[in-house]
């Protein structure tokens, strides 16, 4: 409560904890604004391996989510949780707010990818508190996961049936082509020998012409003579 912050803040040697707790105590008394205004400047000089990373990280995340400011809570959220995991710590405050971030954007399979091991973590160094918040927004989750599973399933089921069909389809033109490629060919083939018949009759035709025009010729000789 804002007298015990107070007190706090006097008692603190901290000045990294002190400008902290002045930041949370500007949030509940005025505006996200001034708290960010107070705690980022300390946040930016902090070495990126120190433990009041995480602290002063999931602060600032705080703050820009009572903003409505999604993106920048994400970042500093996320700046949480990585420093979490980097010191060791299993309790994972910062990443289910990642995960319900990501939840609240579409991002199901990250969601509960991270929500998962936030649960896993809390469960194996018994954060009983967690463990018991954490449970209340995974159902959710677990149930949009599955159904944006089903519909995955069922929209790669639709692109294998277009696929085999489409494939099918394929088959079929090329069968159909090469029938039609068959028939022209057996087609020149018979227009090709019919041809050739024809130039045998033309030549035999030619021939019979010939003997015809010779036997008249010998006729009018015949008839010349008598």
């Known amino acids: 409560v804002p007298a015990y912050r107070k007190r706090i803040m006097e008692l603190e040697p901290d000045p990294v904890w002190r400008a902290?707790?002045?930041?949370?105590?500007?949030a509940e008394l005025s505006t996200p604004e001034q708290a960010i205004a107070i705690l980022l400047p300390i946040f930016q000089a902090l070495p990126p391996e120190s433990d009041q990373v995480r602290f002063l990280a999931n602060s600032l995340?705080?703050?820009?989510?009572?903003?409505?400011?999604?993106?920048?809570?994400?970042h500093y959220?996320?700046?949480?949780?990585i420093s979490d995991i980097h010191h060791g710590v299993m309790e994972h405050a910062s990443l289910r707010e990642v995960a319900l971030i990501l939840?609240?954007?579409g991002d199901t399979k990250r969601a509960y990818?991270?929500?998962?091991?936030?649960?896993?973590?809390?469960e194996y160094c018994k954060a009983r508190l967690r463990t018991i918040e954490m449970a209340g927004d995974m159902p959710v989750i677990l149930e949009t996961y599955k159904r944006t599973i089903r519909e995955q399933q069922e929209h790669l089921?639709?692109?294998n049936i277009l696929?085999?069909?489409g494939i099918v389809l394929l088959l079929l033109v090329v069968f159909i082509v090469v029938f039609v490629i068959v028939k022209l060919h057996r087609a020149n083939e018979q227009v090709t020998l019919a041809?050739?018949?024809l130039l045998e009759v033309n030549d035999q035709l030619r021939q019979r012409q010939t003997e015809l025009e010779d036997s008249n010729q010998s006729l009018r000789d015949s008839n010349r003579i008598r």
Not at 20 to 26: C, K, S, V
Not at 113 to 122: K, L, N, P, S, V
């Open 20 to 26: 902290q707790e002045e930041a949370i105590l500007q």
């Open 157 to 159: 089921r639709v692109v």
């Open 77 to 81: 959220y996320a700046i949480s949780a």
């Open 113 to 122: 990818r991270y929500m998962q091991c936030c649960i896993e973590d809390a």
């Open 163 to 165: 696929l085999v069909s």
């Open 61 to 74: 995340g705080s703050f820009y989510a009572r903003l409505n400011q999604t993106d920048s809570a994400l």
């Open 195 to 197: 041809s050739e018949q």
């Open 103 to 105: 939840f609240r954007q």
